[in-house]
């Protein structure tokens, strides 16, 4: 299986994601973009036994925002690493976290909350998919 590694910004922890996410894709909602400091986050969703932290878990901080949310960044330098989602059975490793995944996105979720229209042909869902708990509705570009 291929493995991928990341890391923090001050370099601090390091992380790796083995195999292959179970999806890709954009979130357009206002926690995602105040928590990135973007106006959209890309996001990788793993299965928890496929992500782990292989050095610095000392310097990992979790922010609870909601019980679907825990926030995972360094204590060191703040950068952000993943979100671990309890209720999903799925941990967001950020993107960015991993720059040699080949980021390939394949939807877009929470895009009734937008600040930047994407027009790039995607599946734009209002919400989450239904059987994440969200609607399912698409919505247009």
């Known amino acids: 299986m291929t493995i991928y590694s990341g890391k923090c910004f001050c370099e601090a922890v390091e992380i790796e994601a083995e195999g ?11 926690s995602c973009r105040s928590w990135s ?28 925002q909601s019980e679907l949310s825990h926030r995972q ?38 895009y009734s909350e937008t600040v930047l229209p994407i027009r790039d042909g995607l599946p734009k869902l209002k919400d989450f998919p239904a059987e994440f708990g969200g609607s399912g509705v698409a919505v247009s570009e």
Not at 20 to 30: D, I, N, R, T
Not at 38 to 50: M, R, S, Y
Not at 52 to 58: D, N, P, S, Y
Request: charged share 10%; glycine share 10%.
């Open 37 to 64: 400091a973007a106006p959209v986050n890309a996001f990788t969703l793993w299965k928890p036994q496929n992500v782990r932290v292989t050095k610095g878990a000392e310097f990992v901080a979790t922010y609870a």
């Open 73 to 110: 960044y360094c204590k060191g330098c703040g950068g952000h690493l993943m979100c671990d989602h309890p209720p999903l059975g799925l941990v967001d490793v950020y993107a960015a976290t991993l720059p040699t995944l080949k980021f390939a996105p394949g939807v877009h979720v929470n």
């Open 20 to 30: 292959a996410p179970e999806a890709m894709g954009y979130c357009h909602c206002s």
